[in-house]
C-alpha cells in the first residue's frame, strides 16, 4: 500500500499569499497518479487537479499541480477567503487506492 | 447534470450489516468503474472499493476486506456496498463516487455523492 503523507498539517496565511501544500508517497512508481481534492466543512469533497497537474472542470486557474518522483504538490497562487478548506492528496494507479491525512488552510 | 445520492446508512449495533445503495444519473453508468470512500466524522478521507464497469472486477482496502462487498445493478444504474459485522470503527460517511474517465478502473474522483451516515454503536 503506497502511504500517502501531507505537510504541513495546518497552513494559516492572509489573503492573496501563495501556499504550496505537499504530499510525499512511501514510494515511488511510474504506475502512481496522483490527485487533489478540496473539502469544506459539511460538503462533499470536490476534485481540483488530476493526473498531478491537470485542472478538472471549473477549478480555478490560481490552483495548479505537480510532481517530482514521488513528491506531488499543490500550489494556489494567491489565497481568497473562499479557499478555506481541508485539501486532501490521492493515488489511484496502484490498489488500495489511498489517500493522505489532509492539510487545513487557513484564512488570516 | 451527474448526479450520485446515497442511501442506506444508519445507526446499526456492532455485528449487524447493512447494505448501501447509490443512485446515479446524468451519465452512462454502465461505461464506468464506481468507487466508496468513506469519512469518519471530523477524520480524512479513506478508499473503501472499487468496481469495474461490468461488476466483474472488485478491490478493496485492506481495513475492509472480507467483510464489505461491492456489487452494481447496470440495468437500474445502482451502485450496493454490503457491510457485514459491522464495527465501531465503520462510523463514517459513505461517499459514492465517479472516476473522470469512462472504460478504465483507475481514475480519480470528479463525482461524488452526498454521502450516507453509518454509525455503529450500541
Known amino acids: 500500500e503506497i502511504i500517502l503523507t501531507q505537510s504541513p498539517g495546518t497552513l494559516s496565511l492572509s489573503p492573496g499569499d501563495r501556499a504550496t501544500l505537499s504530499c510525499r508517497a512511501s514510494y515511488n512508481t511510474g504506475s502512481s497518479h496522483f490527485a487533489w481534492y478540496q473539502q469544506k466543512p459539511g460538503q462533499r469533497p470536490r476534485l481540483l487537479v488530476y493526473d498531478s497537474s491537470r485542472r478538472a472542470t471549473d477549478t480555478p486557474d490560481r490552483f495548479s499541480g505537480s510532481r517530482s518522483g514521488p513528491d506531488v504538490s499543490l500550489t494556489i497562487s494567491a489565497l481568497e477567503p473562499e479557499d478555506c478548506a481541508v485539501y486532501f492528496c490521492?493515488?489511484?494507479?496502484?490498489?488500495?487506492?489511498?489517500f493522505g491525512q489532509g492539510t487545513k488552510v487557513e484564512i488570516k | 447534470e451527474v448526479t450520485l445520492l446515497e442511501s442506506g446508512g444508519g445507526l446499526v449495533q456492532p455485528g449487524g450489516s447493512l447494505r448501501l445503495s447509490c443512485a446515479v444519473s446524468g451519465f452512462t453508468f454502465s461505461e464506468y468503474a464506481m468507487n466508496w470512500v468513506r469519512q469518519p466524522p471530523g477524520k480524512g478521507l479513506e478508499w473503501v472499493s472499487v468496481?469495474?464497469?461490468?461488476?466483474?472486477?472488485?478491490y478493496y482496502a485492506d481495513s475492509v476486506k472480507g467483510r464489505l462487498t461491492v456489487s452494481r445493478d447496470n440495468s437500474r444504474n445502482l451502485l450496493f456496498l454490503q457491510i457485514d459485522s459491522l464495527r465501531a470503527e465503520d462510523t463514517a460517511v459513505y461517499y459514492c463516487a465517479k472516476p473522470t474517465e469512462a472504460d478504465y478502473l483507475l481514475g480519480a474522483l470528479d463525482s461524488w455523492g452526498q454521502g450516507t451516515l453509518v454509525t455503529v454503536s450500541s
Open positions: 468496481i469495474d464497469k461490468s461488476g466483474g472486477r472488485t
Open positions: 490521492h493515488q489511484y494507479g496502484l490498489t488500495p487506492w489511498t
